[in-house]
Structure formats: C-alpha cells, structure tokens
C-alpha cells in the first residue's frame, strides 16, 4: 500500500473540508471492506484517506415525517437488516442475506456496498475501468462482463448487488459537498453511469463529493422481492441478478419496477419488462415474458452469452418471488403454488 | 499481470474532469455544526495509538497504511489471525472489534483506536474450540483461528440458528481442506447446546 494522510472527522462538514483539500487525490473509508484491498493492490493510491464512520449524523437509521428511511453511510449492512425500519423493504434484505458472509455484513456499510467498485478483473488487476477501451475485455476473458448497455467502452458490470432492489424501491441518496453546506439529493439511479472515457468513473460523484445517506420512501403494501443467480453459495458476486417491486390490485399488476443488477456497467432498469406485467396476472407465463422482454436487447460478448438465460431467470424468478410464489432455494419449502402469505391474500383476494 | 499494474489508470485520472454536471436540486443547509478542530486532524506518517485487546490496553506504533491484522501479528505477538488474502475474502483474519466480526486484513489500525478487539487468542476456555476438537473440525488448522471468531460472532448474533442459517452466516470463511461438513456438526452441537 502507498502511504496516505488519514482523518477522522466527526461531523459532515469537516468531512467535506477533508475531501476538497487542493491537489490531493481523496479516498473515503466506511468499512474498509472494498477500499482497503484495492489500496494494496494500488488501483487506489489515494493521497488522504478520511474514515466517515465517527460522524454521528452517519450512524442512524432514521424514518422521516413523510415515512421516509434515511440510512446512514455508516450504518453496517447486520444493522440494516436488524432494524424494524426497513422491514417493509423485504428485497433489499433478502439481497443482504444472500452476501452471508458474517464480516461483509457486520463490517460493510449499506452505502459502502452501493459504491463497491466494479468487481471486473482488467480493473482489479489495474488495467483501469475501461481496460485498454473495451479491447482487453473483447479479446480476453469476458465470461462475467455486461450483456447489456456494453456498446460502448465500457464492458464491466456494476458491482453493487443492493442498488437493483433499493432502485425499484424508489431510493435515494443524499450528496454533500463540494462546496461547505452544498447538499442534494439525487435518485439512486441517476448516480450510477457508464464511463465513455478513461476520465470518467462509474458514478457521477465529483471529488470532494460524499453520499451521506440513502433515503428510501414508504412502502406501504407494495410487493417487492430480489433473485440472485449464483454458481455457489457465499460472498462471491452473482451471475445474474433482478429486483422487482410492484403493487397487485385485484390480483393485477400495477406500477412494476423490475432492475437487473450484473448485466451491464450500471444498474439496468428494465421498464419494457415492467410495462409487461402491468395490467396482468403473475404467473410463471407473464413472469417468463418479463424476463425476455428484459433481456431482449442483450449483446452478448464472445464468452457470455450464458447469462442471458440466467438473467430472464433472475427476473421470472423475483416477480414470482415478489408475488408470493415459491421459487425454491434454501428458505423456502418446495412448493409451486402461492404461499399463504397474508401479503398476498390481502393483494389477491 | 501484477507488472502491469502500475500502466493502469490510476484512480487520480478517473478523477480529474469528472465533474459531469449532476441533474438535481441543490439546497443549502447548515444542519451541521461548525467544524470543531479535533475532527480536522491529519494523521501522517508514524503515530502511537492504544486498543483494548482482549481485556488489555496495548499501545502500538502505526503508520495510517497499517491494517488491524499487522499490529495484531507483528506488534503484539497474537498470531491467530492470519494474512492469507489481500481483500479479506479469506475470513482468515477474522477478529471480534466492539464485538463484531470483522477482517483485520482489510481494518485500518487507525480506524480501531480506543477501541475493543477480542482475537482467537482469548477464547482458549471458550465452548467454540472445544467442540472443534470435538467433532474434528480442523485439518491443517490454517482457517481455524478465524473460523472459530466467525462462529462466536455468529453464535452471539444467532444462538438458536437453524442448520440452514449456519450454512449461510459462514459463508465469509475459507477452509481449502474442506471441512465444512465437521464444522457445520461443531456449530449445530452448540446451537443445540444453548
């Protein structure tokens, strides 16, 4: 690891003043779960590192007048999952059991984990986002990179396994900085982006930019559910992923939200897949539909046409899932029939 | 590949000219006080700081690039916790700090300042390795250690966990002589056990 300049501050503010220090390169450290590796590889080599997780305002999670939940970006994904706040999200907590490693759970914050940097190995290995642009992808292995939105340089997928549920969910997230009391408040989704140049990053963040809270809206008894296709139980990221939220009025859809998460360089809001549920009954033939319409203009590259498939089943599966459909797996029993979940009856009486 | 690291684009090129204009509303607020000076300090280069390690106060001297695991080993001799990834993936390095687990490999020494870190070496009388023992749940022993402070952590935080949620909570350690099977036996005798 390079050597750096550490800081600790306490309140927002002199967060910020650490972070737009002229002609220094910043890195912000929550859990350390992403960051610190990548220190020691030296794809970071940051200059000043500033650890927000003593910054009181950053711990809580908090609901709002309007029913809003405001998540600190130091709260830690166990305390997420713990709380009685984010019970009416169930698809951002099923994601959260799916990472089942005790230490990425008790060590990894929520906000940490929707910044995790892209996982792609031409990254990692230092050969920067967009590795030699695209070419190192094309030409190598590129068994785990994007199926969709890759037409450009970028080929990586988004690392975050939690930003498709938050984003079907309606999230947002709080910005401070750059400027001392500059604040905003951005949807989750139009914080991700696909860099175009070696100059960009795979967020809109601008130095001296730090996201203090995730906000996420009431959700009253809107359905939602998240399907992770895996090659393994464990920590490893997925193959393929999908977040759906919807609510179900006399047994039909209404206002679908469905996200693909590992296909393509940000969170891939699939709103063709959503448009084709509205207005039907879920059941394995309307949620297969969905999930080739969310796929259909996939381009696979030379060792990844795979996931295709896996991702149409990542979001057959999460609508059937969201709609209180058994999809098998180790929490539920084997059955292919609605449960009785009381969320259900009351939706579809 | 680790020669060509350094031809990578360095996180310092994303960053310059990635001011793209973000389409939201921006509000003022002064919600926070005014910046106090103990927040504002800078740490570089060599300083002294104390933890609590199982139950003792121990001053080391670090370096803000120093992580957790090597003070734990090369500073105060507890050499439980063990480097064997770069990321953490491992679990090897598991160590309780306030209580949870956590990778010392990918903790800032810095960052664990006054507070409590308890490692494998302090749960000799603990009923975790005697049922490791018991159920021969060890091979080479290299993931032990950090295998043992996951199941405290996770016997705390889930005493009457089912065979299915031991499965799952431990999917942050590694044992490459794969004795999962033993170890899933010591972990259940114990739920059964509380």
Redesign the interface.
């Known amino acids: ?14 967060a910020v ?2 972070l737009t220090e002229p002609k220094k ?1 910043t ?1 912000i ?1 929550a ?4 960051l ?2 990548l ?8 200059d ?2 500033v ?1 927000i ?2 910054i009181k ?1 950053l711990q809580q999670i908090e609901r709002d007048d309007s029913g809003s939940v405001w998540i600190g970006a130091a709260v ?1 994904l ?1 305390e997420f999952l713990d709380d009685k706040n984010t019970d009416e999200f169930p698809s951002a907590k099923q994601v959260i ?1 799916g990472i ?5 759970q ?2 990894g914050t929520l906000v940490g984990e929707l910044m995790r940097r892209p996982n792609c190995w031409y990254f990692r ?6 590795a030699d642009s695209g070419r190192m992808v094309n030409e190598g292995d590129n068994r785990y990179h994007a199926i969709l939105g890759n037409r450009g340089p970028a080929r990586f997928v988004n690392a975050s396994r939690l930003a498709p549920s938050l984003i079907t969910l309606g999230a947002q997230v709080r ?1 401070i900085g750059p400027g001392k ?6 949807d989750l989704a ?1 914080l991700y ?1 696909t ?1 175009a140049a ?4 795979e967020n ?4 001296g930019q730090l996201v203090t809270h995730v906000i996420i809206p009431a959700h009253g008894d809107r359905l939602s559910a998240a399907y992770e296709v895996r090659h393994g ?3 490893d990221q997925p193959l393929a992923a999908a977040a759906v939220s919807m609510d179900v009025v006399s047994g039909k859809v209404q206002n679908a939200s469905i996200v693909l998460g590992q296909v393509a360089p940000e969170p891939w809001i699939a709103s063709a897949a959503a448009r084709s549920l509205c207005g039907k009954v879920v059941n394995e033939e309307t949620a297969a539909i969905a999930g080739i319409e969310a796929l259909a203009g996939a381009m696979p590259l030379s060792q990844n046409e795979y996931k295709i498939q896996l991702a149409q089943v990542a979001v057959k599966r999460a609508v059937l899932k969201a709609a209180g459909y058994d999809t098998g797996g ?2 539920s029993p084997m059955l292919n029939e609605p449960s009785a979940s009381p969320s259900l009856e009351t939706h579809i009486a | ?2 020669q ?17 204009a ?15 000076a ?7 280069g060599e300083t002294s700081i104390t933890m609590k390690v199982n139950g003792k106060s121990m001053t080391a001297k670090v ?3 120093t ?1 957790l695991l090597d003070v734990l080993r090369y500073q105060f001799d507890l050499t439980g916790a063990k480097p064997v990834s ?4 491992s ?1 090897a390095s ?1 160590v309780l700090v306030g209580g ?4 010392a ?4 020494a ?2 664990v300042a006054r507070k409590e870190v308890t490692t494998c070496e302090s749960l000799g009388g603990d009923v975790v390795p005697a049922a490791f023992v018991e159920h021969d749940a060890q091979q080479c022993g290299f993931c032990t250690p950090g295998f043992v402070v ?1 199941v405290r ?2 016997l705390n ?1 889930h005493p009457d966990a089912t065979e ?1 949620q031991i ?7 590694i044992c490459r002589c794969g004795t999962y099977a033993n170890i899933l036996q010591a972990v259940i005798s114990l739920v059964k056990g509380n």
């Open positions: 690891m390079k050597n750096f300049e550490y800081a600790q501050p306490t309140t927002e503010s002199e003043a650490l390169e890195a450290l859990g350390g779960t992403d610190v590796g220190m020691k590889r030296m794809v970071v080599t940051a000043r590192v650890n997780c003593e305002s830690c166990d059991q089942s490693s005790i230490q990425l008790s060590q290995e230092g050969h920067g986002l967009l910005i009391d500059e604040e905003q408040i951005l139009s982006r860099p070696d100059s960009e990053l809109v963040l601008q130095p139980e464990g920590p180790l929490d | 590949m680790s060509q690291s350094s031809q990578g684009v360095s996180r310092r090129g994303f960053l310059k000219g990635s001011g793209a973000v389409a939201a509303s921006t509000v003022v607020s002064s919600t926070e006080a005014e910046a106090a103990p927040g504002l300090q800078v740490v570089s370096e803000p690039r992580t770069l990321d953490g993936s679990g598991t949870k687990a956590v990778m490999s990918t903790t800032l810095l960052a996951a952590a996770f935080r299915e499965r799952a909570g431990l999917n942050g350690n």
